[in-house]
């Protein structure tokens, strides 16, 4: 999380210095520094037209098509609103969209090295889970692959696609905490909440080092016996 400060003006010409707290997933006023009033916190920020302050009762032209940015301030307990001319709010929504465009590809690495070190940290704790995903989204690939393959009349049955040459049950066998993570991924996609939930518990379980049997027991028992007999 970054903080910027941008100067700004009221319609009135009284200064204004607003700071923003920005990360890749947006930005927010924290702060707004008015000249004669000091430095207040903000509570909400909106857009409004003229006509609609000119309404609540703001000496401002009663036009629909101008704009301005409101920032709700609390002072002391109580709370005011700045008005700030869209002049100046163009100014700092340019400002913003720059120093976002500036920031893409560095927010970009950082998110990809957070994913990295994630899946890093889950490895550790499931030993193979990369290796089985691998080799799932290999064979998942080949069928969809030999299955175009097929209907493509033109081919022949030339230039089909080589099958993988991963062993997923070798892999399965070797890395069984694995396979039951992966297990449970699918249950947490299943459209049932109690089986969704069940996953997401042995998922959970796995990834802070419980035992497979715990988790196993999470899956196998997802559906509650009295709705089996029901």
């Given at each position: 999380?970054?903080t910027?400060?941008?100067?700004?003006?009221?319609?009135?010409?009284?200064?204004?210095?607003?700071?923003?707290?920005?990360?890749?997933?947006?930005?927010?006023?924290?702060?707004c520094?008015?000249?004669?009033m000091?430095?207040?916190?903000?509570?909400?920020?909106?857009?409004?037209?003229?006509?609609?302050?000119?309404?609540?009762?703001?000496?401002?032209p009663?036009?629909?098509?101008?704009?301005?940015?409101?920032?709700?301030?609390?002072?002391n307990?109580?709370?005011?609103?700045?008005?700030?001319?869209?002049?100046?709010?163009?100014?700092?929504?340019?400002?913003?969209?720059?120093?976002?465009?500036?920031?893409?590809?560095q927010?970009?690495?950082?998110?990809?090295?957070?994913?990295?070190?994630?899946?890093?940290?889950?490895?550790?704790k499931?030993?193979?889970?990369?290796?089985?995903?691998?080799?799932y989204?290999?064979?998942?690939?080949?069928?969809?692959?030999?299955?175009?393959?097929?209907?493509?009349?033109?081919?022949?049955?030339?230039?089909?696609?080589?099958?993988?040459?991963?062993?997923?049950?070798?892999?399965?066998?070797?890395?069984?905490?694995?396979?039951?993570?992966?297990k449970?991924?699918?249950?947490?996609?299943?459209a049932?909440?109690?089986?969704?939930?069940?996953?997401?518990?042995?998922?959970?379980?796995?990834?802070?080092?419980?035992?497979?049997?715990?988790?196993?027991?999470?899956?196998?028992?997802?559906?509650?016996?009295?709705?089996?007999?029901?």
């Open positions: 999380m970054e910027f400060t941008f100067d700004v003006k009221t319609p009135r010409g009284v200064a204004v210095s607003i700071e923003i707290e920005m990360d890749s997933k947006g930005w927010r006023p924290t702060y520094n008015v000249d004669g000091g430095r207040l916190p903000v509570i909400a920020h909106n857009i409004c037209s003229g006509k609609t302050l000119h309404k609540s009762g703001f000496p401002l009663d036009d629909e098509s101008t704009y301005y940015s409101v920032y709700k301030l609390n002072d307990g109580s709370t005011c609103n700045v008005i700030i001319s869209p002049e100046s709010s163009h100014k700092m929504g340019d400002e913003i969209h720059a120093l976002r465009a500036a920031r893409k590809e927010w970009k690495q950082e998110w990809l090295k957070e994913q990295e070190a994630e899946a890093q940290k889950l490895e550790a499931v030993p193979g889970l990369a290796a089985l995903q691998a080799a989204e290999a064979k998942t690939a080949y069928r969809e692959a030999f299955r175009v393959a097929m209907e493509d009349e033109s081919r022949d049955g030339v230039a089909m696609p080589a099958q993988p040459e991963t062993d997923v049950a070798a892999l399965e066998t070797e890395f069984p905490r694995a396979a039951l993570y992966i449970a991924e699918e249950y947490s996609m299943a049932d909440d109690r089986k969704a939930t069940a996953g997401n518990r042995a998922k959970k379980l796995l990834a802070e080092g419980g035992s497979e049997k715990d988790a196993a027991a999470i899956l196998e028992n997802w559906l509650p016996e009295s709705a089996i007999w029901n």
